[in-house]
């Protein structure tokens, strides 16, 4: 199948999900990731806000406030540049739509910004996964050019890049290319898969 194609299919079953299913869903991997050492280890977090029917990280979110962790929200960059910033996000922050429809902090030129070398985890939402630890995503290469210097390392530390999606987004094996940034580990409501590439 060709990626628009499972793209669209994917889209599709997700946004067909109930509600319960979806708070269930949101519950349990809740669970599941604050239970991790790595999100336990991690004092500067990034999360997304839930768009297109992914799964909610709102939970996740208000555990990591109580714990103490600094959580950020990604934004778009500049105009034409296609990357992203981080920028802190509390309980206070005030929120608009971009350009795609997705929810995000109120910036200006003088925002603090979250260096991505700074932030120890990265939630990435995404279309579909394999358990080698390939996303595919939108389509539009915002994360993959974000965290193109990781490309330049051997081994890297820091972020440790989490996907996180509902379990039936997982596909046997995905089509790569080589500007993709491949993931540590995908995490689901029923599952920790953890790449040992």
């Known amino acids: 199948m060709d990626t628009k194609k499972l ?13 319960s299913e979806r708070e269930y869903a949101a519950f349990l991997l809740c669970e599941r990731i604050s239970s991790s050492r790595t999100f336990q280890q991690s004092k500067h ?26 959580c950020y929200l990604p934004v778009l960059a ?3 540049t296609q990357q992203l910033w981080f920028i802190p996000y509390t309980a206070e922050t ?7 429809g997705i929810a995000e ?23 579909a996964f394999d358990t080698q630890g390939n996303r595919l995503g939108m389509g539009g290469g915002f994360y993959d050019r974000t965290l193109a210097f990781l490309r ?22 995905l089509k790569t290319n080589p500007w993709d940034i491949p993931l540590q580990a995908i995490a689901t409501e029923k ?5 040992n590439k």
């Open 78 to 80: 500049k105009p034409n």
């Open 105 to 127: 902090p109120i910036h200006s030129h003088k925002t603090r910004l979250c260096k991505t070398l700074s932030l120890d985890l990265i939630l990435m939402p995404l279309v």
């Open 152 to 173: 330049q390392r051997q081994y890297w530390h820091k972020p440790k890049l989490l996907g996180v999606a509902y379990e039936l987004q997982k596909q046997k094996k």
């Open 45 to 70: 977090i990034a999360f997304y806000l839930t768009n297109d029917g992914e799964i909610d990280l709102g939970l996740l979110i208000e555990h990591a406030w109580q714990q103490g962790k600094h």
């Open 191 to 195: 599952h920790l898969y953890t790449n």
């Open 7 to 19: 793209r669209q299919q994917i889209r599709e079953k997700r946004r067909m999900l109930s509600d």
């Open 94 to 100: 005030k929120l608009k739509t971009n350009r795609y």
